[in-house]
């Protein structure tokens, strides 16, 4: 199904001026490039004023230019191939400093998730890890290096924490088959987003489990049917996304768990502690 965004240009083309048609034609037909292009930019290629792409997108019913773009970015994140992302990191980027480039970015994802994340969405999601008979974490793809990192740090401070293993739909459904009520399921999926993953946090639903969903939009298949969502902005960078934001996220809610319950976390990394050092998990002896 179409987005909704080019669905009504098409609708309005016929009412557009001359100036608008070159717009919206343009952009049908290259929506993946528009959607990081400045107006001026914009403008230069179709033959019209920066003021008359502003115009456009106030027509459409956007705020400005920016809200308008905004709105591309989510459609392409959902649609674009990992070759046609390529292309569009080659039109952000261009001559620049990738590096420069690339932490810019990402800085300025942690700025807007540290603005728009879910403070109280954050602390019941963090309650709900303490109070849970058990705990499944599950993320397909590259998001399963997040669900791995929590697995591996929530395993520290509590016995019953299952990481789903997703390579194959059937073997994960076996794995989450006992969940149910009093449990929580960790769903952490970014675009392009995995089947998988929407299946199996529709199955906890309806078997009664919580659901933490940690994703990038409130538009996401897993955000609907979240108890607790956390959203994390996470453009692409090339054929990648960009996990810096919900890995910090991440790290928060690891943090905020620990603060929550210190006098058990406390005990469990001494015996670890006991542990590692009766058999020399870690070298000592530059000490």
């Not at 300025?108 to 109070?131: M, N, P, Q, S, W």
């Not at 690891?254 to 929550?260: G, P, Q």
Request: net charge negative; proline share 2%.
């Amino acid at each position: 199904m179409k987005n909704s965004l080019l669905s009504l240009i098409e609708e309005k083309m016929p009412a557009f001026s001359k100036g608008q048609r070159a717009i919206a034609t343009y952009l049908l037909e290259n929506y993946d490039k528009v959607a990081y292009m400045t107006a001026s930019k914009l403008g230069g290629i179709v033959g019209v004023s920066e003021s008359t792409v502003v115009r456009f997108a106030i027509e459409l019913g956007f705020d400005g230019y920016p809200d308008m773009q905004r709105s591309l970015q989510e459609l392409i994140r959902m649609r674009l191939t990992s070759v046609q992302r390529m292309d569009v990191t080659d039109l952000l980027i261009g001559d620049g400093d990738v590096l420069d480039k690339v932490l810019s970015s990402d800085i300025e994802k942690l700025r807007y998730t540290l603005e728009c994340v879910d403070r109280g969405a954050f602390d019941a999601a963090t309650d709900a890890l303490i109070r849970a008979k058990h705990i499944y974490i599950m993320g397909v793809r590259s998001s399963s290096v997040l669900a791995r990192f929590l697995n591996f740090n929530l395993r520290m401070i509590f016995d019953d924490v299952k990481l789903v293993q997703t390579t194959s739909g059937s073997e994960m459904f076996e794995q989450i088959h006992h969940i149910g009520e009093g449990d929580v399921l960790v769903a952490i999926s970014f675009p392009r987003y995995s089947k998988r993953i929407i299946k199996a946090v529709e199955y906890a639903k309806e078997v009664g489990a919580q659901v933490i969903s940690i994703t990038d939009s409130d538009r996401s298949p897993i955000a609907p049917l979240a108890d607790q969502l956390l959203i994390a902005r996470s453009d692409m960078v090339s054929f990648v996304d960009s996990l810096v934001a919900p890995l910090s996220i991440i790290n928060a809610m690891i943090v905020s768990v620990a603060r929550k319950d210190p006098a058990t976390v406390r005990a469990k990394l001494q015996k670890l502690e006991q542990i590692w050092e009766e058999y020399e998990v870690y070298d000592t002896a530059s000490n």
